[in-house]
């Protein structure tokens, strides 16, 4: 029997699937996120490698013919390079092998056309554009120091910023302050601050206080609507920008959106993002993925088999769990 490996790996957990070459999944797993920047590409390359072994063997060791890993820590081509080369040495690796960012199993999940843009607003942001041509418009997106801003972490650390301005005075009241405390379980900003001080609280808690930003939104409080406004600016950002770099501006483009920020289904930031996109790029519409980007990595491995649309509806309707 052959077989077809695909990954994915997020700022919050990694999903590996092993499935037939006709599209059925053999078996899954989901562990914690383990990428470069926590414990470094060849641990990274190793700690995969075990685990897709485990899962190969409990099936009977088939062979692998296609491979897709798509990690949100690989944000450049030399990264995209050395990870190819090390994950070459894997039994599983030595047939097709498409190794890149998150955002091209995100790009893939949400369309079949060639010409898209993709925007993941997740832990964090990052984007990718895409013309028919094959050219690509990436970006850094390794935080303030490329430019970035929002995700998850972005509007967790914005709540507590609010909170800690609004406790000492120097910021407007809101709602964000008691709900911040409620959430991390603190009974002052001092407190708080202190518990961050002597890692009493750690900074992977701060994604996890985003969705109060648009709990205190949809109430009404000024404060966090403006946060969801900045979110929404910083995703159609990324898109304008991917659409004049690669000169596709004005044509019939989808917008692919995914991510936990957007998984969640916020009316809010939907609506601001479809109205921002109408206003700044016309002609392209926003897609809200409903698969998770693992369905993207594994049909990127089955477009290098030229499976047809039955494999991969069945790949869709296998992974969509």
């Known amino acids: 029997m052959n077989a077809v490996v695909a990954v994915d790996g997020g700022g919050s957990k990694t999903d590996i699937a092993v499935l037939s070459s006709e599209g059925q999944v053999l078996v899954r797993t989901r562990l914690e996120a383990f990428a470069e920047h926590v414990i470094g590409q060849q641990s990274t390359v190793e700690r995969l490698d075990t685990e897709v072994g485990q899962l190969l063997a409990g099936i009977g060791n088939p062979d692998v013919v296609s491979a897709s890993v798509c990690f949100s820590d690989i944000d450049f081509p030399f990264q995209v390079k050395a990870c190819t080369e090390k994950l070459r040495h894997c039994r599983w690796g030595q047939g097709f092998l498409f190794v890149d960012n998150d955002t091209f199993a995100l790009l893939r999940a949400g369309t079949d056309q060639t010409t898209a843009v993709a925007v993941v607003c997740g832990t964090g942001m990052n984007c990718v554009g895409r013309a028919d041509d094959g050219r690509t418009a990436r970006f850094a997106a390794i935080g303030e120091v490329s430019g970035d801003w929002g995700g998850g ?56 206080l985003a969705p109060l930003v648009f709990k205190a939104a949809v109430a009404g409080d000024p404060v966090a609507v403006s946060l969801i406004e900045r979110q929404a600016d910083e995703i159609v950002a990324f898109a304008v920008a991917s659409l004049n770099r690669l000169g596709l501006m004005g044509q019939k483009c989808p917008v692919v959106l995914g991510g936990g920020v957007i998984a969640a289904r916020h009316e809010i930031l939907l609506k601001a993002v479809d109205e921002r996109l109408a206003q700044r790029a016309p002609g392209t519409y926003a897609v809200v993925v409903a698969d998770p980007p693992l369905v993207g990595a594994a049909l990127l491995a089955f477009d290098a088999l030229g499976a047809g649309a039955e494999v991969q509806q069945r790949v869709r309707t296998g992974l969509a769990a």
């Open 153 to 208: 972490s972005g509007l967790g650390t914005e709540a507590i910023w609010h909170a800690a301005r609004a406790a000492d005075g120097r910021g407007p009241a809101t709602m964000l302050e008691p709900l911040v405390l409620q959430q991390l379980g603190q009974p002052s900003m001092d407190a708080l601050i202190i518990a961050f001080q002597t890692d009493e609280l750690e900074w992977h808690d701060v994604p996890r």
